[in-house]
Each structure stands twice: as C-alpha cells, then as structure tokens.
C-alpha cells in the first residue's frame, strides 16, 4: 500500500471545529494552503468541498497536516485561479518597509495601499488556524489576523507620533 504524503498539491484537509462540525482545506504548494468557506455538519463528497469558494489562503505548519491535527481525506486539482493567488505582504522590521512576496523568492516593494488587503507572508500554527475559522464562521474579529494585519505608517504619523517599523 503506497503511502500518501501529506503536502501533495490537491489534497484535501479536514477540520473538526471545537464548536461542532467540519471545514475543510485544500493544499495548494507547501507550505500554502487554501481554505474553503462552508462549515459542514458531516463529511460531503469532494466534489462539493472543491465547489465551495475559498474564504483565504495562508501558509501553515508541517504538523498540521497529519495524525495529530488535520486528516487527509482525498484529493482534487488545485484551480488556477487558487494558484495564481500567491501574494503575501512582509513588512521589514528595521525599515518599516512593505513588500510583496510572490512565491519563488520574488520580492517587491509596495506601500501600505499595495499591501493593505493582502495576507502577511507567516506560517500559522493549527491552534491559531482553528481560531480564526472559528471566528470566520461566526463573523467576528480575530485576534490572530488583527494581529498581522499590515499597520498603515501614516496613522502612526497622525496620532501625534513618529511612524513606527511595528511588526506587521
């Protein structure tokens, strides 16, 4: 019996949440992985989770995927749409300057307009990734993704500071 990695482009991820039910993701390139926006009572076929649109795509955690958090329960093609979808912002502590991060090492510079609706380039622990499903599907705020939220340097200016290099 051949064994299935974990990290294969295309496989699909379960998730029990601690409130009840089921997500599910879909790894799209280590360490990358798309998440889709429908909370299950009970496993659906493949075909409907791959049907369901994708609510946001972060990097996580080798361990996630495996025995002790998230199964692999089946695997699918990643659409095109969910790989060309692979901008993440970093924010460069000393500096305080943005950039894109495009996957293949490629780096830009951006401003904070640029980068305002886009993820920060950090890999989530599980734990943390179920917070913020659980908060999705509740429609509230999370503190994790507040929390990486990219910082706009000229509020920093107009609250009678000086701009800050704050961690993104």
Sequence with gaps: MTRRKHWDSGNIVEIALPSGGLTYAMVVESPRVAFFDRKFDSRPAIEE???????????VMKYAIGKQYWSVIGDADVPSSVVKDNRFFKRDLISGKFSI????????????????DLE????????????????????????WVKSLAPKNPQADVSEGGKASPATP
């Design 49 to 59: 989770i791959v049907a369901t649109p994708i609510a946001f795509q972060i990097w």
């Design 101 to 116: 991060y495009e996957g293949g090492g490629r780096e830009t510079d951006a401003t904070y307009a640029e980068v305002a």
């Design 120 to 143: 920060c380039a950090a890999v989530w622990d599980p734990d943390h990734v179920v917070s913020r499903l659980e908060d999705h599907y509740s429609g509230i705020e999370n503190i």
